[in-house]
């Protein structure tokens, strides 16, 4: 049974840092592209970065890059995200996703809040 499990969501006030985990389960999940998308309240689901499986190639939704920072520990079966400088525009709900393949979305984690609020 596959699963990805978000944590680390939370409350942040502006300009701080917070890190996102997600443990993945019954999948190879070396072999996977890695992908944080998010959702702010009222809006669509926003791609946010992407790791590919090795962990080598990385990429950054323009609103992000040089904030966050994506990483993956393929021995410990865990995708990272970590947010630093955040700002009141990052709040969402952050899902972790997995892809067989380049912008394939196969798995869906259920989700960790975050809320940037001074």
């Known amino acids: 049974q596959v699963q990805l499990v978000e944590s680390g969501g939370g409350l942040v006030q502006p300009g701080g840092s917070l890190r996102l985990s997600c443990a993945a389960s019954g999948f190879t999940f070396s072999a996977y592209w890695m992908y944080w998308v998010r959702q702010a309240p009222g809006k669509g689901l926003e791609w946010v970065s992407s790791?590919?499986?090795?962990?080598?190639?990385?990429f950054y939704a323009t609103s992000v890059k040089g904030r966050f920072t994506i990483s993956r520990d393929n021995a410990k079966n865990t995708l990272f995200l970590q947010m630093t400088s955040q700002i009141s525009e990052d709040t969402a709900v952050y899902y972790c996703?997995?892809?067989?393949?380049?912008?394939?979305?196969?798995?869906w984690g259920q989700g960790t809040q975050v809320t940037v609020s001074s």
């Open positions: 996703a997995a892809g067989s393949s380049w912008s394939i979305y196969d798995y």
């Open positions: 790791i590919e499986p090795s962990g080598g190639d990385k």
